[in-house]
């Protein structure tokens, strides 16, 4: 893998939109409230709350019992998750994924963060967290020795993501999303807890159907062969599909609160970066 464009990424830095909680000891802030650092306020005690946290000084001066509220201090997990099913294997698409999986996790490396990268096809094959430049250039060698295979099914992979990440993170998630568009949609509300970014690589034959005449199409996941005869009629409505499907998505994450972008596997990598630091993500430095 190319790693030249990691040399321009360094011009930038990751930018939470959620405050996010992880497992793990650092300096950003959470969600969770308990025995942490920074202060943040007083709440009247309710049933089940941890008898160390409430404030007998308050209750000596009202009679009421009152819990002193902390934020944690905690590190932001980076969960790359990318799609290595057979569909990415089409005309570069799964090495244009690849160089942007690895270029989240140098950002997160710059940061001293952690990342996590997974690749998924019909399941999610789970990441360890990992931070340093000598994890990073080490997931980019696996990453080089990845063929992509098999078919593709979201809902199975966010029911393992749930099951293990229980806190929450910032999630990129990478495919081509060319599958049934309310599965994808449901693995977007779902994953929509954590800070998501959702994007799309396309090769260029798929975003303008590069074809005419008689043409064989094979599935890259099932294998399963199909003629046809491509007219410019026919050309115009797989767009009119491909664009009414991309809304969708776009919709749903706009709903979320998540960012979606779409790539062409013909657009320059740091251009790709370019179009995603420069919103709400990340924030040039």
């Given at each position: ?8 990424l360094e011009r930038f830095s990751l930018l939470v939109k959620k405050r996010v909680s992880t497992a793990y000891t650092g300096g950003r802030k ?84 952690k990342y996590a990268l997974s690749l998924f096809c019909k399941r999610l094959y789970a990441g360890e967290p990992k931070r340093g430049k000598s ?151």
């Open positions: 893998m190319d790693t030249e464009f990691f040399k321009e959470s969600l969770r409230l308990g025995h942490g650092i920074s202060p943040v306020g007083y709440r009247e005690y309710r049933k089940g709350d941890d008898f160390k946290l409430i404030d007998w000084k308050a209750y000596a001066r009202t009679e009421k019992l009152y819990i002193r509220e902390h934020e944690e201090e905690r590190s932001l997990v980076v969960h790359i998750l990318l799609d290595g099913s057979g569909s990415m294997s089409y005309e570069g698409k799964f090495t244009f994924a690849s160089r942007l999986a690895a270029g989240f996790a140098y950002l997160a490396t710059l940061e001293n963060e994890n990073l250039f080490q997931s980019i060698d696996e990453l080089d020795k990845v063929l992509p295979h098999g078919g593709t099914n979201l809902k199975p992979i966010v029911d393992q993501f749930e099951s293990l990440i229980t806190t929450t993170s910032l999630v990129v998630l990478i495919s081509d999303f060319l599958g049934e568009t309310d599965e994808i949609l449901s693995g977007i509300y779902r994953l929509s807890k954590h800070d998501l970014i959702v994007i799309q690589v396309l090769a260029p034959e798929e975003v303008e159907l590069r074809f005419g005449g008689d043409v064989k199409f094979v599935d890259s996941e099932t294998k399963t062969p199909l003629v046809t005869r491509v007219t410019e009629g026919e050309r115009k409505e797989y767009l009119r599909k491909l664009e009414e499907h991309n809304s969708r998505i776009r919709a749903a994450c706009n709903q979320v609160g998540a960012d979606f972008f779409s790539f062409r596997t013909d657009r320059p990598i740091f251009e790709a970066f370019t179009e995603m630091l420069s919103k709400a993500i990340v924030v040039k430095v």
